[in-house]
């Protein structure tokens, strides 16, 4: 089966760097991706790594050990309106359409 | 158009009630999904839609019916639910390799 961990909440102020981390276990790896979701609002995609490494997307990168089953993300100049759950996910060993999330990471930005 | 759209964005409704949530998306996506989700908690997967046809079905009990009319279109058909079943409802859409799901903003449902 899947699973994957990830920190339940993380707090930084504005302007600081945060990372934030996953680990994960698959029967069959497709790539580690990130979701961003506001409360009340609905979950977007930030980012898909498939090969080992650093994605960077703005003031947001993502990277990738396969060996280590282990990815993080990276928000850097962190605004007041980074404060929403983080979620990674990976797709399942058995099915494409499958995507397996994380518990969740909250990140709260203080002034 | 990049968006799926689903409405109602809230419904209330009563145990012995019939409604239906809608999602529709134009960016030629031939995957739909139906995941549910419970406050400070991750999306649930329900049910997947593949070229049109049932592909993934998450042992959802029945009072809760899935329907695709055509590519664009998802539906979820809701009878006699339980308090439980309240939660947020997203419909996402993606490519056919399961890369970067799109999420439509939700149903907010209150079953009383």
């Known amino acids: 089966g899947q699973s994957l961990e990830q920190p339940s909440e993380v707090t930084a102020v504005e302007g600081a760097i945060v990372q934030i981390n996953c680990t994960y276990q698959?029967?069959?790896?497709?790539?580690l991706s990130w979701y961003q979701q506001h409360d009340g609002g609905a979950p977007t995609f930030l980012s898909y790594n498939a090969l080992d490494g650093l994605e960077e997307t703005g003031r947001f990168s993502s990277f990738l050990s396969r060996s280590d089953s282990y990815g993080y993300l990276l928000l850097q100049e962190l605004q007041m309106k980074d404060s929403a759950s983080y979620f990674c996910?990976?797709?399942?060993?058995?099915?494409?359409?499958?995507?397996?999330f994380g518990s969740g990471t909250r990140l709260l930005v203080r002034p | 158009d990049t968006e799926v759209t689903q409405t109602p964005k809230h419904l209330v409704m009563g145990m012995t009630n019939k409604k239906s949530l809608k999602c529709e998306q134009h960016?030629?996506?031939?995957?739909m999904y139906w995941y549910k989700q419970k406050a400070k908690k991750p999306p649930e997967l329900m049910f997947v839609?593949?070229?049109?046809?049932?592909?993934i079905n998450e042992s959802v009990p029945s009072r809760f019916s899935p329907e695709c009319p055509n590519s664009s279109l998802l539906n979820l058909h809701l009878h006699a639910l339980q308090p439980e079943d309240s939660a947020l409802y997203l419909c996402?859409?993606?490519?056919?390799?399961?890369?970067?799901?799109?999420f439509g903003s939700g149903t907010r449902l209150t079953v009383v």
């Open positions: 996910a990976v797709r399942d060993g058995d099915s494409s359409y499958k995507l397996i």
């Open positions: 996402a859409s993606s490519q056919e390799n399961g890369y970067g799901y799109t």
């Open positions: 698959t029967s069959g790896f497709y790539g």
């Open positions: 960016m030629g996506h031939r995957a």
């Open positions: 839609y593949s070229y049109e046809k049932l592909s």
